[in-house]
């Protein structure tokens, strides 16, 4: 699990309304509540949960075809008695942990409690037209948070065939069945929605990396990117995620403040889950569009992310009217978007979309929404034509170099029926300019640096080291220059090969070569970390194989 948690204030109190009036103010919820018609199921795959607190205990699914209590699979789904979910780590329906691990093991708890809350917020408090499965992925006798059991609980949550799966942390082992079944639910019209992870990089891990899974970024309340959050190509919304309020799992009343992509993910499937309560007939693919499509883009604030941070932060008032009124969707289209659809009907005017979203770009991907669609367009980019043809030529990912974008259709050839195009900006690594991904490293000394050179490092950097020296050794780090933005771009050092927080040896920031490091075993893992500003001439360490006398 990638859990940021940090400001972290623990209450005994029901929700505070400011907190939520703020974080309405933030999504622009609409001025009236929804008026659900349809109940909506919503499985949370994490690690544990108090099914008595009181943000959620009206709300936990019953499964219908399971008799309680009476030891058999009475719905022949190969689990016992999940009446009320399922703990996939010790094959048995208790989702909860011992008392004295409720502390460390509260997250599924948060985030269940979040989905309840912003459902209430926007739909009324009628409990009946929202279901939350609990499906608990840690083992009782656990030491530590990670969700070793993630994707497995996600296959058990997608054969309970909910409307929304929330998978609030990303990372893991995922399989080549996993991705199968994740499509396959895809087509089924199950939305994943997936956290964007907390590793401060551009790097998005399974299950969001997937197309088919909906993934979320962490923003403050100035919608600017949140310090941890990751960021990339594959993030499809930014959500608050600062001090966000949810319930605690030490005892039924207690609520406490988090912060990271994981609330920013709970809030979406809030939202996901209200929208299709109120609106049961609308598709998969028409909530996904109410949310993007309708966004408010963020990369003005964000200049070091253009692209990477989604379409931008939803404006639920507009996704509500994109439900509500067919013909919205026509003329809300917006062209600073980084990602989105243009629609089109010959009941509207409009022939012609400029996309122009804030940033610089390497180009431009576009498709067509159906195979069926008649007629021509023209793609222009930065006001030279690129593109002269049939729409069906769209059938497949047209990726046009360029940064700024013009679409026609000519007068003479247009569609037949209502047409819609997906397009999405290609972004600009620049992370990669000096080092990037991983490199290993198996002789018994040698040197790293930023390889930057004389230069300064590149930010919003992510690179990673892996050093192995022979069995029996360990290894010594010592750093010969050190110079990085202070307590902002880190050299952290693990032991081992993973970036667990379990596994942290140390991290360096600032201006003064820190102390030697010795591990405990033969590897290391170098991770260097930098943010979207400031930056500096970088570091270079020498490593040695030492033994243990």
């Not at 939350?132 to 054969?159: E, F, H, Q, W």
């Not at 605690?248 to 299709?276: E, H, M, Q, V």
């Not at 307590?487 to 201006?511: C, R, Y």
Request: net charge negative; with cysteine; hydrophobic share 35%.
């Amino acid at each position: 699990m990638v859990l940021s948690l940090a400001m972290f204030f623990p209450v005994l109190a029901q929700p505070a309304e400011k907190d939520m009036a703020a974080l309405a103010s933030q999504l622009d919820f609409p001025a009236t509540q929804l008026s659900p018609k349809k109940a909506v199921t919503v499985a949370v795959v994490d690690d544990a949960f108090l099914l008595s607190h009181k943000s959620i205990n009206d709300y936990i699914y019953t499964n219908p075809g399971e008799i309680p209590g009476n030891y058999v699979d009475d719905d022949g789904n190969g689990f016992i008695d999940d009446v009320h979910g399922w703990d996939i780590s010790d094959a048995d329906a208790d989702v909860s942990v011992a008392k004295e691990k409720r502390a460390t093991f509260y997250h599924g708890t948060y985030i269940a409690g979040i989905i309840t809350s912003i459902f209430q917020r926007l739909a009324g408090t009628n409990s009946s037209f929202l279901r939350i499965i609990p499906v608990k992925t840690t083992a009782d006798n656990a030491r530590m948070t990670y969700l070793t059991d993630g994707y497995k609980g996600l296959r058990y949550a997608i054969s309970l065939n909910p409307d929304i799966i929330c998978c609030a942390w990303s990372g893991g082992n995922v399989t080549d069945e996993d991705k199968a079944l994740i499509k396959q639910a895809a087509k089924k019209g199950i939305i994943i929605v997936s956290s964007a992870g907390n590793f401060f990089c551009e790097k998005i891990d399974e299950p969001g990396s997937m197309p088919e899974v909906l993934t979320v970024a962490a923003v403050d309340s100035a919608n600017r990117k949140f310090s941890t959050s990751n960021f990339g190509m594959p993030v499809d919304l930014s959500v608050p995620g600062k001090h966000i309020y949810g319930p605690y799992s030490t005892a039924d009343n207690a609520f406490s403040y988090f912060d990271g992509t994981s609330p920013s993910s709970a809030i979406t499937a809030g939202c996901l889950a209200a929208l299709k309560a109120a609106f049961p007939d609308a598709s998969q693919a028409d909530l996904l569009s109410a949310l993007k499509c309708t966004a408010t883009p963020i990369d003005s604030l964000n200049p070091s992310f253009s692209g990477k941070l989604g379409a931008g932060v939803p404006d639920l008032t507009k996704a509500v009217e994109f439900l509500q009124n067919p013909d919205f969707r026509y003329s809300c289209f917006n062209p600073k978007l980084p990602e989105g659809t243009v629609y089109f009907s010959k009941k509207t005017k409009t022939l012609s979309w400029n996309i122009a979203p804030d940033g610089d770009y390497h180009g431009l991907h576009l498709s067509a929404n159906s195979t069926d669609y008649k007629g021509k367009i023209r793609v222009f980019a930065d006001d030279s034509l690129r593109f002269d043809g049939d729409i069906a030529a769209l059938r497949k990912d047209l990726f046009t170099a360029g940064n700024r974008f013009r679409l026609e259709l000519p007068k003479k050839s247009l569609p037949s029926k209502g047409t819609s195009f997906s397009y999405s900006m290609e972004t600009i690594d620049s992370t990669t300019l000096y080092c990037k991904g991983i490199q290993y490293l198996t002789g018994e000394y040698g040197t790293i640096s930023d390889n930057s050179g004389n230069e300064n490092y590149a930010n919003n950097c992510t690179a990673q080291w892996q050093i192995t020296v022979p069995e029996g050794k360990h290894v010594l780090i010592e750093f010969d220059e050190l110079d990085t933005q202070p307590n902002v771009d880190f050299v952290w050092i693990f032991e081992g090969d993973s970036t667990l927080p379990e596994n942290i040896l140390a991290k360096f920031s600032g201006h003064n070569p820190p102390p030697h490091v010795l591990s405990r075993t033969n590897k290391v893992l170098i991770w260097f970390v930098t943010d979207g500003a400031v930056t500096s001439k970088g570091w270079k360490l020498r490593y040695t194989a030492v033994s243990n006398n």
